[in-house]
């Protein structure tokens, strides 16, 4: 699900050679919530509907296809208040030189005064100089001394996962968190059919119940269950309780045929 502020992070991938990576790229960005893809001077121009694209980019045709394309940089991060130079190292005449998560806080800063933008450069050569100066900073992702190599789609998705972190939500989605927890008198009935559930069973005695019924309402409270997840449960009771009585009726049935 796209973040509020998606539309207000733009992701630039400067000549990209090949259109798997750009579709690589916008299934990275489509993961972390983001949606702005721009794409500057790409080797293959009809990238959109590119077999290798689409492929790459898995179910996230929708943020490909939204990718916009651009002549130079410069027109790529017009309306941009704050541009990153995704380099590992400092130019002689280039921006300072900061590590990612410097850079994801001052652009949570920033946000309310315009656009930020994150800058990718080939595969193969990186950003040229002149790309780097159009930026305000360098930004390195922290990696192994002796192998730092990252493709493009890697480095796209570790920065939108930085910035998920710093400008979205911070959270880890829930398939069910749209589900809200179950009404009180559907937790409280629950409960009941539980607790004769295992008497049924013969686990709870009813003369002695101590104190297990509260403990399982202290689990059951933790878990916060949904309105589905309480109708689960209590169909596992019914089964239980149904069961018990059909054993005990066929009980009955033999000794009467006895």
């Known amino acids: 699900m796209p973040l509020p502020n998606a539309d207000r992070i733009r992701f630039v991938l400067v000549a990209p050679s090949h259109p798997g990576n750009i579709g690589a790229a916008a299934r990275a960005l489509k993961t972390m919530g983001w949606t702005k893809l721009a794409v500057v001077a790409p080797k ?30 410069a027109q790529a991060l017009s309306g941009v208040r704050l541009a990153y130079a995704m380099t590992g190292y400092a130019r002689e005449f280039g921006p300072r030189l900061i590590d990612l998560r410097t850079a994801v806080t001052e652009a949570r800063a920033a946000l309310a005064g315009g656009d930020i933008a994150f800058v990718f450069g080939t595969e193969r050569d990186g950003l040229r100089n002149e790309d780097v100066e159009r930026c305000h900073a360098c930004v390195a992702i922290p990696a192994d001394a ?113």
């Open 44 to 73: 293959a121009a009809v990238f959109h509907e590119h077999e290798a694209a689409l492929a790459f980019a898995s179910n996230a045709h929708d943020v490909l296809r939204a990718a916009t394309v651009h002549a130079s940089l």
């Open 146 to 258: 002796e192998y730092g190599s990252l493709n493009l789609a890697q480095a796209v998705q570790v920065v939108a996962y930085e910035c998920r972190l710093a400008l979205g939500t911070g959270r880890v989605a829930s398939r069910f968190e749209s589900e809200p927890p179950a009404a009180v008198d559907a937790v409280e009935a629950m409960h009941a059919h539980l607790e004769q559930a295992l008497i049924a069973l013969g686990y709870l005695d009813p003369a002695q119940p101590k104190r297990l019924m509260a403990r399982l309402r202290r689990l059951l409270t933790r878990a916060q269950p949904t309105a589905s997840e309480v109708d689960i449960l209590r169909g596992i009771a019914a089964s239980i309780i149904a069961r018990k009585s059909e054993r005990a009726g066929q009980k009955i049935v033999k000794a009467r045929s006895g």
